[in-house]
């Protein structure tokens, strides 16, 4: 059904965007097939990756591409962890690595204007730089801010701060058509019609290329202050959750990460968590206006932890033991990369963790599987790793493939099951892509799923943009 990209094609596409900004060798497309879902079956190569450096060369590309019916993959990062940047239908992929400036940080009106390739890294640096916080952090600062926008991110701190919907006031976004149009501004309100800027974040490329942004800024929290928790069971600890809201606590950050993943992270980093305790920790990271504010926080928390058998209370304020603690909770992902099949991303009600996270527990030993689950304790996010490993003494062992390969969609079935009967969706932060497909409709209905599809009819009616994600 779709085209074949010919000579003419590529022609055409050459003159919008310069050779030098065209990639169709074989072993240099090889990186623009995949994102970092692990298993290379859902990889494949485009016709051509192209590398536009203004909103008019992606208004042309899309404009060609939508009369002669070829297919277009937007790509960030590709840090995405369900291979939502994967041209699954080959054709063209656009990535938005060359529109990489910070355009403006507008102090009056305290908020940064940023191309969609800008990665988080630099717009941080641009943010502090000019005294502002900004407050998502999802995990792979390598992420571009369309893809971010595209798959609407999270990260730990979404339980004070929101999530990246929360930021985006403005967005320049190209229509399959290849028109331009352009969504809210620098405005904190707005009840004008239907919010198609709120239906553009989060719809993970399948309505339209973002390729300028309009996000919002804070001022930088005076005292920021890491707690680390150890506990010898997981359910106490999530448990203290709800009962720090009780006393009017609200942390920036609640995190539950179990004892294993952290003594795999220690020897991988040749660094020490400050604590060797228990079988699982909280990290509680909190902010607070004064140093009084934060002394009473702390204590609240501590008094709430120890009450529930925590075993100690490990304080680190200053920059240099915080960053030591977020640099291993960060690299728990590289340190276990290579033994994990998939990342579930899986959102309960925060008082259902618990019990979901038993779940896993028994849906690990059913099976036989190695399901190491950590995430965002404080707003019911929870990122199951499923492994083709052991993990045994201390050490990891790998696992044949003829052990793990069946089990793999058992082990999602069972555990989005359980996610619907409690309430939950089965993508908190990662988006649908290719990979949760298949259980779309484990959690929206058919109604639901039939408005979305007309909403992509309206917005792509020749199905150019990528095709093939979040449903066909
Ligand atoms: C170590 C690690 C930690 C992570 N931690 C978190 C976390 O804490 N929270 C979280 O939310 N995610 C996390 N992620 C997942 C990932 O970083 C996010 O999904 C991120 O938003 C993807 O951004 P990207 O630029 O890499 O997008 P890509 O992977 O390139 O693309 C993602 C989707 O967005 C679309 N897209 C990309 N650019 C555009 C654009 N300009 N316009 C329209 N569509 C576009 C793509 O087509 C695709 O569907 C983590 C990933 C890793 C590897």
């Known amino acids: 059904m779709y085209r074949r990209i010919n000579q003419k094609i590529r022609k055409e596409l050459e003159e919008i965007v310069g050779r030098r900004n065209m990639i169709f060798e074989s072993d240099m497309i090889l990186d623009y097939s995949h994102d970092e879902f692990s298993l290379p079956e859902i990889a494949r190569d485009p016709e051509v990756v192209v590398k536009p450096c203004k909103v008019e060369e992606v208004a042309a590309i899309l404009c060609l591409a939508n009369q002669k019916i070829i297919p277009v993959t937007p790509r960030g990062g590709a840090t995405g962890l369900c291979g939502g940047c994967v041209p699954s239908e080959g054709g063209i992929v656009v990535s938005l690595e060359n529109m990489n400036r910070v355009l403006e940080i507008d102090e009056n009106n305290q908020m940064a204007v940023v191309e969609a390739g800008v990665r988080l890294m630099d717009f941080y640096k641009a943010v502090e730089e000019a005294g502002f916080f900004f407050p998502p952090h999802p995990g792979d600062e390598s992420a571009m801010i369309g893809g971010l926008i595209a798959t609407n991110a999270g990260g730990s701190r979404a339980v004070k701060y929101g999530v990246f919907r929360n930021y985006v006031k403005g967005l320049e976004v190209v229509l399959a058509s290849g028109e331009i149009i352009n969504l809210g501004g620098r405005i904190m309100k707005n009840s004008t019609g239907y919010n198609l800027m709120n239906l553009i974040i989060g719809s993970e490329g399948t309505l339209g290329i973002v390729t300028k942004a309009v996000i919002n800024l804070l001022p930088q929290p005076p005292f920021i202050r890491s707690l680390i928790i150890p506990f010898d069971e997981l359910e106490k600890a999530i448990e203290s959750v709800p009962l720090m809201g009780k006393e009017k606590i609200l942390p920036m950050a609640v995190e539950f990460v179990p004892r294993e993943v952290i003594q795999i992270t220690e020897k991988y980093l040749k660094k020490k968590w400050p604590s060797m305790e228990g079988q699982t920790y909280l990290l509680v990271i909190l902010?607070?206006?004064?140093?009084?504010?934060?002394?009473?926080?702390?204590?609240?928390?501590?008094?709430?932890?120890?009450?529930?058998?925590?075993?100690?209370?490990?304080?680190?304020?200053?920059?240099?033991?915080?960053?030591?603690?977020?640099?291993?909770?960060?690299?728990?992902?590289?340190?276990?990369?290579?033994?994990?099949?998939?990342?579930?991303?899986?959102?309960?009600?925060?008082?259902?963790?618990?019990?979901?996270?038993?779940?896993?527990?028994?849906?690990?030993?059913?099976?036989?599987?190695?399901?190491?689950?950590?995430?965002?304790?404080?707003?019911?996010?929870?990122?199951?790793?499923?492994?083709?490993?052991?993990?045994?003494?201390?050490?990891?062992?790998?696992?044949?493939?003829?052990?793990?390969?069946?089990?793999?969609?058992?082990?999602?079935?069972?555990?989005?099951?359980?996610?619907?009967?409690?309430?939950?969706?089965?993508?908190?932060?990662?988006?649908?892509?290719?990979?949760?497909?298949?259980?779309?409709?484990?959690?929206?209905?058919?109604?639901?799923?039939?408005?979305?599809?007309?909403?992509?009819?309206?917005?792509?009616?020749?199905?150019?943009?990528?095709?093939?994600?979040?449903?066909?």
């Open 287 to 472: 902010d607070a206006s004064s140093e009084e504010e934060m002394d009473k926080l702390s204590e609240t928390i501590a008094e709430i932890c120890m009450d529930r058998e925590a075993l100690d209370v490990y304080v680190a304020d200053t920059q240099k033991k915080q960053e030591e603690i977020l640099e291993i909770r960060s690299m728990i992902y590289e340190a276990i990369k290579d033994h994990t099949l998939e990342i579930l991303d899986i959102v309960v009600p925060r008082a259902e963790i618990p019990l979901h996270v038993k779940k896993v527990y028994e849906v690990s030993r059913k099976f036989d599987i190695w399901l190491p689950t950590f995430g965002h304790a404080a707003d019911g996010n929870v990122h199951t790793h499923i492994m083709k490993a052991r993990f045994e003494n201390g050490e990891i062992h790998p696992v044949p493939e003829a052990e793990w390969r069946e089990k793999i969609d058992y082990v999602r079935r069972e555990l989005y099951k359980d996610c619907k009967k409690r309430g939950g969706v089965i993508s908190g932060e990662h988006g649908i892509g290719l990979v949760k497909k298949p259980f779309l409709s484990f959690v929206l209905g058919e109604k639901q799923i039939e408005l979305m599809k007309g909403l992509k009819r309206v917005f792509d009616p020749r199905n150019i943009l990528n095709p093939g994600k979040i449903f066909d």
